[in-house]
């Protein structure tokens, strides 16, 4: 009997350094493309948190929605 055994992939954390204004800066991770997700709840599952912007590179910047569409939590998925 034959079998393909994968190793799981090794999770490189995409971290948030700061938000100055209406500019999100972030860095590390691994992935072709980073997408900023937002949601107001902070414990919604990730399929409740909304697509933001994409982008194809870290280090790198999203800029997030001003007034009162800038509250909320945002996190960062690399795909």
Excluded at 46 to 69: D, I, K, Q, Y
């Amino acid at each position: 009997v034959y079998g393909n055994v994968f190793s799981p992939p090794t999770l490189v954390s995409t971290t948030i350094s700061n938000i100055i204004g209406t500019t999100l800066t972030y860095g590390g991770g691994k992935g072709a493309q980073f997408v900023l997700l937002k949601s107001t709840n902070l414990a919604a599952s990730l399929s409740g948190w909304t697509r933001v912007h994409t982008n194809f590179a870290t280090p790198g910047t999203f800029t997030v929605p001003a007034g009162s569409e800038k509250a909320g939590f945002y996190r960062i998925k690399s795909e």
